[in-house]
């Protein structure tokens, strides 16, 4: 079913240029249970190469056992043609492969300067605070991603973090950058910067991974793709131009595609009615002021807006976290308005939170 796009895909090297990143056959398992069977991954050098698959395809996993964090069961990998086994993401940076993780890596109480310093360990060209927060002054303007060397990270905010963090596995020497999911944090605006950036490292010769779950990206800012079903590589390196998104979205999830096809479930009683809700008032005004909905038994409700319009206050009044200025929260025909968090939780609301880590 694939050889088809598989063939299209194929990217036409010059003769005795080896790629970038060559995974074959990779294998790795937790606790018994297989996250990677047999995988694969080719990244040449100078594209921007997405690696798309549903939560648990193995994506990260894959690019883990590439950056060292795992070592794999199986298998063989190369960076620019010399076959390598890493044992340590260390190992991976000075083969010029760095990751920047789905969940940050930096130490909230350091600086940027600092966190630098710490990755580098005793290097020759950083020795002190003072090197550290020039060499990562100049490698930001260089790459045009501004950060400010001085700034604690606990007062960045998540766009500052991650460009702290690529400026990290850059001056760690990485040709090639794997960036794990890194637009699920950012505005839409951020994000355009973002892949701009990945784009131009392209551009210059670098290699860039992207792992994302979003058609767009895949289709504005990526040169290739590769999709991961259940630990495998179901079309591996396949030019974005010939590919559709519907292509890409039955290869992701197979024929459980078919389940979209499935008839809206007829909504039963109200479980959650909320009714004139008004947040307390803060500094910055009213937050939430005579809101009011039904959740039906069987539904998916959908609140949208632009953020920071009182959805944070929402969860905050649902959950317990703040009592609400007026107004009744209903769960299951009990008033819990007043309840306290355990309480509503033990009545069977439960939140997952935005940030999952934190
Ligand atoms: N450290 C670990 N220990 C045990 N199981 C793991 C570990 N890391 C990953 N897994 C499992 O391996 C499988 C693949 O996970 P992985 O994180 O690679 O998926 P993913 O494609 O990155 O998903 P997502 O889009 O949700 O990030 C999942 O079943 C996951 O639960
Ligand atoms: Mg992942």
Redesign the pocket.
């Known amino acids: 079913m694939t050889t088809a796009l598989q063939q299209a895909g194929d990217m036409r090297r010059p003769l005795g240029t080896p790629a970038a990143l060559l995974m074959r056959g990779i294998g790795k398992s ?2 018994g ?1 297989a ?2 069977r047999d995988a694969s991954f080719c990244l040449e050098w100078g594209e921007v190469h997405a690696i798309v ?10 690019m ?1 056992v590439a950056a060292g964090v ?1 070592v794999a069961d199986g298998g063989e990998q190369s960076i620019d043609g010399e076959a390598i086994s890493l044992r340590s993401p260390l190992e991976a940076a000075a083969a010029g492969l760095g990751m920047v993780h ?1 969940h940050f890596r930096l130490v909230e109480s350091f600086t940027v300067a600092e966190n630098v310093l710490l990755g580098f360990g005793r290097k020759a060209a950083m020795k002190t605070l003072t090197d550290a927060a020039a060499i990562v002054s100049a490698k930001s303007s260089e790459i045009g991603l501004p950060v400010d060397p001085h700034k604690l990270v606990a007062n960045l905010s998540i766009a500052e973090r991650q460009r702290a963090e690529i400026i990290k596995v850059m001056l760690l020497g990485a040709r090639i950058l794997v960036m ?2 890194p637009t699920a944090v950012l505005t839409d605006e951020e994000a355009r910067t973002l892949l701009s950036f990945a784009q131009r490292l392209s551009r210059q010769g670098h290699a860039v991974v992207l ?1 994302t ?1 979003k058609f767009r990206e895949v289709a504005a800012f990526c040169d290739r793709v590769t999709i ?1 079903r259940h ?1 495998e590589t179901v079309l591996e390196g396949a030019r974005v131009a010939n590919v559709t998104e519907a292509e890409v979205a039955r290869l992701m999830v197979g024929d459980a595609l078919t389940v979209a096809g499935r008839p809206l479930s007829r909504p039963g009683d109200v479980c959650l009615s909320v009714e004139r809700l008004s947040a307390r008032a803060t500094a910055h005004g009213q937050s939430l002021n005579d809101l009011g909905f039904e959740l039906h038994v069987g539904e998916i409700l959908g609140i949208a807006g632009v953020g920071g319009n009182g959805q944070e206050e929402l969860v905050a009044c649902l959950l317990g976290l703040d009592r609400a200025g007026a107004g009744a929260i209903v769960l299951d025909g009990q008033d819990i308005s007043t309840a306290k968090p355990d309480q509503r939780r033990e009545a069977g609301l439960r939140v997952i939170p935005s940030d999952r880590l934190a």
């Open positions: 937790f606790d249970k996250a990677l698959g549903e939560n648990g395809a193995g994506k990260s996993t894959l883990n795992y789905q794990d999911e792992i779950h991961m630990g």
